[in-house]
């Protein structure tokens, strides 16, 4: 059975060198046979751990790090395939302290998820509000949209609302729009204005 091994692909853990931790640790599990499946998912946030490896094992995903290219063979030899000790195991990584506490919502699939998988993404709750529209009619969505209170805001921080221009007679009503700026940094009004380029 194939042991699912996360490696982080995003700019920050690559900035550290998670690209060539990965490279190792296909490389080092083919020169050995072992049956890895590598997964790239992002960071978890602990920029000091990384790049950081995790295991999938039966208690859970166990984490090392930060890892270089260089230990990836005596991780190998340790046995972390197995989530088995070594100097750079952090243990399970849900019970990480820092991650322990946290509570999060935008980033919540991050770390857990091969961001480029739509089954991973499908198996932590993706697409679950898509499939709730789907059985609804037209007005209860608006309903339960507007109940949300998901609807699109024409104020700015001052309270004030903004106003939005239309394209005078010479400009076409495809004409990029772009936010002009008041005196006062709440304020804010939508006005239509012609690139330079139309201008020529």
Request: hydrophobic share 40%; aromatic share 6%; proline share 8%.
């Amino acid at each position: 059975m194939s042991v699912r091994v996360y490696v982080p692909q995003d700019a920050a853990a690559l900035s550290l060198g998670a690209e060539a931790v990965a490279r190792a640790v296909v490389a080092t599990a083919e020169a050995r046979h072992a049956p890895v499946t590598l997964v790239r998912n992002g960071s978890r946030g602990l920029i000091w751990l990384e790049p950081l490896v995790e295991v999938e094992t039966p208690a859970g995903r166990i984490a090392y790090g930060p890892v270089s290219a260089e230990e990836v063979p005596a991780l190998f030899t340790a046995g972390f395939l197995e989530g088995k000790a070594h100097p750079k195991r952090l243990g399970l990584t849900e019970e990480i302290p820092y991650l322990k506490k946290q509570e999060r919502l935008t980033f919540a699939r991050v770390g857990l998820i091969d961001p480029f998988s739509v089954p991973d993404y499908i198996a932590h709750g993706g697409f679950r509000g898509l499939e709730r529209a789907l059985t609804l009619a037209p007005a209860a969505i608006v309903q339960e949209v507007t109940e949300a209170g998901l609807r699109p805001s024409r104020r700015a921080s001052s309270g004030r609302p903004c106003s939005i221009r239309r394209p005078t007679r010479n400009m076409s009503p495809a004409t990029p729009m772009r936010v002009i700026r008041g005196r006062s940094p709440t304020a804010c009004s939508w006005r239509a204005t012609r690139s330079a380029s139309s201008r020529a």
